[in-house]
């Protein structure tokens, strides 16, 4: 909703297709999100599906502006995606990616630790690095910036703080990790978020957290320009 406030003064009235998969989700956007002058597509589907139907859509819509905020992790074939994403725009459209940043503990935890996830793929990790990549073998420029902060991790070496189960499930990606988890694998995966943690001696920054540990976050903003665009 924030983003699409943004765009509303230079967008008197806009169509905006929400392409999600999870009901619960799209009920809670419709009770708290709606604005007027939006007219609202709701695509309750995967980002795969949504691209299959369009396949066999002869009039595909084009898209003044695309955002995907922590959602390319799951939507299958990167550069298939990114393509179709980029192919979407309009001539003077923008896409805004919102990814991990490979040098943030959301992926690294990810990548030292593949038997979280053992049915992901290697090529499953994806990063800033790699969306970047992507967008560059088309042959189209995009600017990087980074979201950098420390979230205190302290709760997380408490087994009895609720605050520290949320983080330490939101950052594994896995319901109730610390109860669920086999004990060695969570005390490893604890070592490793205490390694990860700086205290402020060592970061030489001030602030008041017992173990900050660093998430990062890049946002990565593609203007489309045909003279840049590669049809290959
Ligand atoms: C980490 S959340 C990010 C949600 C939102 N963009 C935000 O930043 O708050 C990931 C979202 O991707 C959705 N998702 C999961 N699989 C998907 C898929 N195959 N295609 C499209 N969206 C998917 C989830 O339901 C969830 O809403």
Known sequence: MALLKQLQPY?????????????????????????????????LKTFQQYMQDQEYTSNSRKFDFISAVNSLYYTGNLKETIRFLIDRLTESGYLLVIVCSEKGAGY??????????????????????????????????????????????????????????AILDLFTGIMDYRRTAPEALVERVLKFLRQESTPDSESGEINFMDHPVCVEWDTILVEKSYKQYLTT
């Open 108 to 165: 690294r935890i990810i990548a030292n630790f593949p038997e979280l996830h053992p049915a992901f793929k290697p090529s499953y990790f994806i990063s800033s690095k790699t969306v970047s990549e992507a967008i560059a073998e088309m042959g189209v420029t995009a600017k990087v910036n980074s979201l950098r902060t420390n979230v205190d991790f302290s709760g997380v070496f408490d087994e009895n703080d609720a605050d520290g189960d």
């Open 11 to 43: 967008f008197p009235s806009i169509h905006h297709t929400v392409v999600e998969p999870c009901e619960e989700f799209v009920s809670h956007y419709k009770l708290h999100s709606i604005l007027e002058n939006v007219q609202y597509d709701w695509q």
